[in-house]
């Protein structure tokens, strides 16, 4: 299998993602790994393409930018050599939800307790939401912790939101 890694950043506008996956699956690939994030009025879009013949990396991208939603953004598309086989690195055993007034450094002291115990960040996600009084700040993060690990790894987390005065939310997958 021949994988490309494909991402997108530009306008986000109806049918975006459509016209794009319509595209690709047209060229005779699938598609993985898909992750799409609204930034604004902007988005990122980013997926793992593959086929099992040959990829033309640069027909795929000339095609992919003739596609009219597409057209005020800019795509990057390159071979992607990495093994894309789940692995258990790629098992989201815990999903953490912190949330709370945005605070100098909040997010890298979140991810170093993570990275100090061992924690494999699968996917991440954050967002500011501002009120007229205030500013909620959410991050979202699914991780894979080994199980013997994982009560000490939430423990700190607990410590770190305790800190921060945040609201700490975890569920188990």
């Known amino acids: 299998m021949n994988n490309a890694i494909i991402s997108y950043l530009g306008e986000n506008k109806p049918n975006l993602i459509t016209d794009i996956t319509t595209l690709l699956t047209d060229l005779g690939g699938e598609f993985s790994g ?23 990396i640069k027909k795929i991208k000339k095609d992919l930018e003739a596609i009219e939603t597409c057209k005020n953004g800019e795509f990057n598309v390159k071979l992607f050599e990495f ?20 605070k100098k450094g909040l997010l890298h002291k979140i991810i170093n307790t993570l990275d100090e115990n061992s924690a494999v960040i699968v996917r991440m996600n954050t967002e500011k939401i501002t009120f007229p009084e205030h500013t909620q700040y959410i ?24 800190e921060m005065k945040l609201t700490f939310r975890y569920e188990t997958s």
């Open 83 to 102: 093994n894309t086989e789940s692995g258990p690195t790629t098992k989201i055993t815990h999903r953490i939800i912190l949330s709370g007034e945005d």
């Open 34 to 56: 898909v992750t799409f994030a609204t930034l604004g009025r902007g988005c990122e879009l980013t997926m793992v393409y593959s086929r099992d013949d040959g990829l033309d």
């Open 139 to 162: 991050s979202r993060f699914a991780i894979s912790v080994r199980e013997d690990n994982a009560p000490k790894c939430l423990s700190e987390i607990v410590k770190v939101a305790g």
